[in-house]
């Protein structure tokens, strides 16, 4: 009995096998990304692209900044004190010149974009007064999960699964590596003595500049050689930062050529590459001027 069933069971399998090796070799059915899953509207706030965020256990709808240099999700401290929100545990959050700043973590249950729902959310708890009316941070946690067009003329985020960019984007392909989780693109620019500088730049969506860059990169390059046009004093989250704001005569990125760029440099910033030098970072005055679509997995950038 024992060997009939033995037989029996190598008789179904060997009939079976055909199709198992069929759907073994068969490649996974691909994304149906020809419509967008979410269309989540925004308004610009001070060059920040703002969306409205619920969280779950409240119906009142909050003020985030989208910004794809954010490697964590921030949440304002006065919001986590109305909503009763404890502190899971405490973790580090650099600040400029990779401070380090000990701050609470909460995990968020839901997160609320319109009808998606993102769960279980890591949130740093931060005074974010400095921002004005912003209630947080969110960047990276949502690349991660969408595919994400940044259209600033119709101020929209069109959302995608994850998998291949959408058919029909008619932008220009180029290739992003990350620095720990941020996406950085290769760009150069072009100074007043006819200098051209090559350079890999964070992109920055929700900065408020056109480029930041890094202090280490305007000391070997003699950056701070650029008229100073103006000077700001910003409160950072460890001290007072003074900008010094000037413009370029040109930035090449991804084939085109931007002209009278502004930008920006303090000695106090400085965002340490892993495995290469950051020249700093792209912000907004730069990115208005395209449709971005950034499909964070396959390390794409579109430009249109």
């Not at 269309?39 to 969306?51: A, Q, S, T």
């Not at 909503?83 to 700043?101: E, L, P």
């Not at 279980?120 to 941070?137: H, K, Q, R, T």
């Not at 004093?233 to 090449?252: A, F, G, H, K």
Request: proline fraction near 5%.
């Amino acid at each position: 009995m024992w060997r009939t069933l033995v037989i029996v069971i190598c008789l179904c399998c060997n009939l079976f096998l055909p199709a198992f090796a069929q759907r073994k070799n068969a490649a996974p059915a691909a994304a149906d990304n020809s419509k967008p899953v979410a269309v989540i509207p925004f308004r610009m706030i001070d060059k920040h692209v703002v969306i409205p965020v619920v969280l779950s256990g409240s119906t009142d709808t909050l003020r985030f900044v989208f910004d794809s240099g954010a490697e964590v999700t921030v949440l304002h401290k006065r919001v986590s004190e109305k909503m009763r929100i404890n502190s899971g545990h405490q973790a580090f959050m650099s600040g400029t010149n990779n401070a380090m700043v000990r701050t609470n973590v909460v995990t968020l249950n839901a997160l609320y974009l319109k009808e998606l729902r993102l769960p279980y959310v890591d949130a740093y708890l931060e005074n974010l007064d400095n921002l004005g009316d912003i209630d947080g941070v969110i960047g990276v946690a949502l690349l991660k999960l969408y595919i994400v067009k940044i259209d600033y003329r119709q101020q929209q985020l069109v959302l995608y699964r994850n998998g291949k960019t959408p058919v029909g984007n008619t932008g220009r392909q180029l290739h992003f590596q990350l620095n720990y989780s941020t996406p950085v693109i290769d760009a150069a620019i072009t100074m007043p003595d006819g200098r051209h500088l090559p350079g890999h730049y964070h992109i920055t969506t929700g900065g408020d500049y056109g480029i930041l860059f890094n202090w280490p990169y305007v000391d070997s390059n003699r950056i701070n050689s650029l008229p100073t046009l103006n000077t700001d004093r910003v409160q950072d989250m460890v001290r007072v930062l003074y900008y010094i704001n000037s413009n370029i005569p040109s930035l090449q990125l991804g084939g085109k050529t931007l002209a009278n760029v502004p930008v920006s440099y303090c000695k106090d910033i400085n965002d340490v590459g892993v495995y290469t030098e950051i020249a700093g970072s792209i912000g907004y005055d730069v990115w208005k001027q395209f449709t971005i679509t950034i499909n964070y997995g396959k390390k794409e950038l579109y430009l249109e």
